[in-house]
């Protein structure tokens, strides 16, 4: 990828091809055959293989520099005004030179990109070369070392050529003999090579080879690097072939030689071991903060940070503003919750309450202003966005990059799903380790992805809460049954003393007959009905008109085939008229035939003679002649009522057997929640040397578990304490919970809940009078049915070889394992502000280097630090050096470690920086 095609500042990977050879190198087929290579050529074919930097290193020659930087220069001045030849990409060339040293072997000198034909040419003349120019024809007449010396001091760095291949033909350094252990050049001058020369790496060409057991200690400290050695661009040597990763700030010899001192695995790798994406971002990054009006910021123009997507440090004395690029980072994302979860005493929380106060006057507290305006950038992917934050809460939150400017996001949402980050301040940490577990478990929970499981559960409480509500209804109605039976034992009585009378058989028939009115009334109803919906329908079967301007007589078969539609669905309408008007008649002929006709008549000689009946005991005096019928009626309705309150307790029944597996779901529910958390710390603990940590279901702190019990039953002040926390033989609640062993919690919560249900009868007095109101209220034992404490973590750290409860350790043991954990999982970027506070140089090295080196492979990093072990040693890929000056803070210096101006500023700044530069780079030099 060219220089200006990755949009990130700080260090990055660069393609290395750190040998290879032009026409200027007599053995090869371009020199010796008179072909036509032209400078731009050449070029294009490194371009070609997507190679950045390339070491122009013919055999003791530097003839071809110059024309190739002209060329270059030429092809990057059309590209600048938008003419650029075919296949151009942005290429360094590195000045070099294979030589031919005194002693039988090759080395390579590699000069800074703004060196010359020159360079090489007085290199040359001072080591002494007696052969042809281009040709290997010849060597040095000085010695190993003197040469290794005259490349230093001309400023290159000198690399053994192919310094393992095995026979004397490869001319390399440290071949060895016939396949021995031994070196093929004298031992002795090895040594004196390696005790002077100051090497940084060497060109190996087969990682399987090891070096002469007489140097191998002094070589297994050296960059192994891989270059092409390109005499001809067919075969296996062609441009892109064999090439170094290197990563630089920006492509010159400092970069390349800090880079060489990290050696491989750092800042070194080569293109033979397997697959590398040196580009690969993390899905979500920040790419930059812009802070702007705050009152000690951004001021007259806004502070702005760029980032990288690996390690970015903030560094800087006290008071230069780097915990404000935290603070501005956490209002931007909204995650000041987090520290609201806190103590309200916390040192993390207060001093970010006090940041976040308006200041209104020179002498108020506060460091925003009613027009401060936070902007952080964000890239999801290959979606650009940008969070706003402004003092006065106006305007849009979420802007997206559209058509090269910010536009407003359909989606004003601002979440952990849609911008996840994590922010620490080491106060922060310090304070999850101790009273702050539950947040730790929300943290937790965000990074498992718990919260599914957690819906689930409330779904499953909601479910039973509803349940519980219809079994109540249910019971309610069912209160009225035995009512119900009464009634009905009632009106039979009455009307068997009725049907003993004369008149019992007048009275029977008349029921029959009304009872079949209804049904028989209810039949036709019911044709009738048909009737109509059927005469009802051709209406509805109308298809749209076409208008006649959008068909031709061209569209004449279309038009044909629509009136044939027409005439289907014309004759489904006459069809279905038929089908009513032929069920109009069957009802017709129903109520004509001979059978209904009998029927009715039988049912109207019963009316007739129930009337008669009336009127004859009307006569005789009876006071209720209608008490029959009403009996009857009323009888009949009984019997109805009683047949769906029947039904209802076999509905009652099932319900409750519902109840009670939906109870059982949630149990099983919450226990998924507890299952998922504990093999997610698990996971990301796996192997862990600092930390451990067990997810303790239903948790184990006795004041926690008070809380969660005085919330249930809403008695959130010191009330019923010899039920609730009483640690005596007789045993609070709470306290019985916190002492149950893991595996029998379970059993202890539903203990618990019984004792709430039933109002135990060891339970207090007042308690127990209390309890028995609050049942009152039929949603109360549905609560206390579903209530489950929260779990809790049990943190422990090694000591002296030991596992130890966290609660035992320093606030910096407490704060390192911690601090483990948070760094051992997750991809999102993650904000650290001074993490090494109350840390040992033995845990800033062991644990925050370490874990940073390895976390920024798979996120993005943002770490606030006042240590300089942090920056270096971690390798960060850009460093934000923070100054103060005239009441603002600002950004002093940005830029790679590999910049001499950044190491300067961090030595400057950070107590111990030079000691650390030194440590890092020990065969460095003088200069840091």
Request: proline share 4%.
């Amino acid at each position: 990828m060219p220089e200006t095609a990755w949009p990130y500042p700080g260090s990055r990977w660069w393609k290395f091809d750190f040998h290879t050879h032009t026409p200027a190198s007599t053995d090869t087929p371009w020199h010796r055959n008179g072909l036509t290579l032209t400078p731009q050529d050449w070029l294009l074919k490194y371009m070609a293989a997507g190679i950045d930097c390339v070491a122009v290193t013919d055999h003791n020659s530097g003839a071809w520099i110059d024309p190739l930087k002209a060329a270059y220069a030429e092809m990057k001045a059309l590209a600048d005004g938008g003419q650029a030849p075919a296949g151009f990409r942005e290429l360094t060339l590195f000045p070099g030179v294979e030589i031919s040293v005194s002693g039988g072997f090759h080395l390579l000198a590699i000069f800074d990109p703004t060196q010359t034909t020159r360079t090489i040419t007085d290199l040359l003349a001072a080591v002494r070369y007696q052969g042809t120019d281009g040709d290997s024809d010849g060597v040095t007449r000085e010695g190993p070392e003197d040469v290794f010396q005259a490349v230093l001091a001309a400023g290159g760095i000198p690399i053994p050529a192919h310094a393992d291949r095995p026979d004397d033909g490869g001319k390399g350094l440290l071949a060895r003999r016939n396949d021995s252990n031994a070196s093929r050049l004298d031992a002795n001058t090895l040594r004196g090579i390696f005790d002077s020369a100051q090497l940084l790496a060497v060109e190996w060409e087969d990682m399987t080879r090891n070096a002469p057991t007489c140097v191998q200690a002094q070589v297994d400290k050296l960059a192994r690097v891989l270059g092409s050695d390109c005499h001809t661009f067919q075969g296996p040597g062609a441009p892109g072939s064999r090439y170094t990763w290197v990563k630089m700030g920006s492509p010159r010899l400092e970069g390349l030689r800090l880079a060489l001192l990290d050696g491989n695995g750092i800042s070194i790798r080569r293109s033979d071991e397997g697959a590398f994406d040196p580009f690969r971002v993390p899905a979500h990054l920040v790419t930059a903060i812009e802070i702007e009006h705050a009152r000690f910021m951004g001021n007259g123009a806004p502070a702005r940070l760029a980032c990288s997507p690996f390690f970015n440090a903030v560094v800087g004395g006290r008071g230069t503003g780097k915990s404000t690029v935290v603070h501005a980072l956490r209002l931007a994302a909204r995650r000041d919750q987090e520290l609201a979860a806190l103590p309200a005493g916390s040192e993390p929380r207060t001093q970010f309450e006090a940041f976040r106060k308006v200041a209104n006057g020179r002498d108020d507290k506060g460091a925003v202003r009613a027009n401060t305006v936070i902007r952080v950038e964000w890239q999801h992917e290959a979606d650009r966005r940008r969070l706003l934050w402004r003092a006065d809460g106006q305007g849009t939150v979420v802007e997206e990059w559209r058509g090269g400017r910010w536009e407003p996001s359909a989606s004003q949402s601002v979440n952990a799903a849609r911008f996840p980050l994590r922010i620490f301040s080491q106060g922060q940490i310090a304070a999850l380790a101790g009273g702050g577990r539950q947040t730790l478990l929300g943290i937790i929970d965000e990074a498992a992805q718990i919260e599914p499981l957690r819906q689930t559960v409330e779904e499953a409480r909601r479910t039973y809460f509803t349940q519980r509500a219809r079994l109540r209804e249910m019971d309610g109605k069912l209160a009225g049954l035995a009512e119900v039976d009464r009634k009905l034992e009632e009106s039979g009585r009455k009307l068997a003393a009725l049907s003993q009378a004369d008149h019992a058989a007048v009275l029977r028939a008349y029921a029959q007959a009304q009872h079949q009115a209804r049904e028989v009334k209810g039949v036709l109803e019911q044709l009738n009905a048909a009737t109509k919906r059927i005469a009802d329908l051709p209406e509805q079967l109308v298809l749209d008109d076409w208008s006649s301007q959008h068909f031709t007589e061209q569209d004449a078969d279309l038009l044909s085939w629509r009136q044939g539609l027409d005439a289907q669905l014309e004759q489904v309408r006459i069809e279905l008229l038929e089908r009513a008007r032929k069920l109009a008649a069957v009802v017709e002929s129903a109520q004509a035939d001979e059978r209904y006709v009998q029927w009715r008549e039988r049912a109207q000689a019963a009316q007739q003679a129930h009337s008669a009946l009336q009127q004859q005991l009307v006569a005789q005096g009876v006071s209720d002649p209608q008490a029959f019928a009403r009996l009857t009626q009323e009888r009949q309705q009984l019997e109805a009522q009683r047949k769906t309150l029947q039904q209802m307790q076999g509905d009652r029944q099932a319900l409750v057997t519902q109840i009670d597996a939906q109870r059982a779901l949630f149990d099983e529910k919450r226990r998924a929640v507890t299952q998922a958390r504990a093999a997610f710390v698990q996971q990301a603990l796996d192997r862990n040397p600092y930390v451990r940590i067990s997810v303790v279901p239903f948790g184990f702190e006795a004041k926690q578990l008070e809380r969660e019990l005085r919330e249930l039953i809403d008695v959130t002040d010191d009330r019923f304490a010899d039920d609730i926390l009483n640690d005596d033989a007789s045993g609070g609640m709470a306290f019985d919970l916190a002492q149950a062993d893991d595996a029998a919690k379970a059993q202890v919560v539903e203990a618990v809940r019984q004792r709430l249900l039933t109002t135990d009868a060891n339970l207090g007095g007042r308690l127990r009078n209390y309890l028995q109101r609050q049942h009152e209220k039929p949603e109360f034992a549905d609560r206390i049915s579903t209530w489950s404490p929260e779990d809790d973590l049990r943190i422990e750290y090694q000591r002296d070889g030991r596992w130890t409860a966290i609660s035992q350790g320093s606030q910096g043991q407490r704060s390192a394992a911690l601090l483990a954990f948070l760094l051992a999982f997750g991809e999102e970027p993650i904000v650290l502000d001074q993490p090494e506070d109350d840390l040992d140089n033995h845990l800033i090295y062991e644990l925050i280097v370490q874990q940073i080196r390895e976390n920024k492979l798979r996120r993005q990093l943002i770490v606030v630090t006042h240590n300089p072990n942090v920056v270096v040693n971690g390798d960060a890929e850009l460093v934000h050096v923070m100054e103060f000056g005239r009441g603002q803070c600002f950004v002093q210096q940005s830029g790679a470690l590999q910049d001499k101006a950044v190491r300067d500023e961090v030595c400057r700044v950070m107590e111990g920086g030079r000691d650390a530069f030194e440590r890092r780079w020990k065969r460095l030099g003088r200069e840091v």
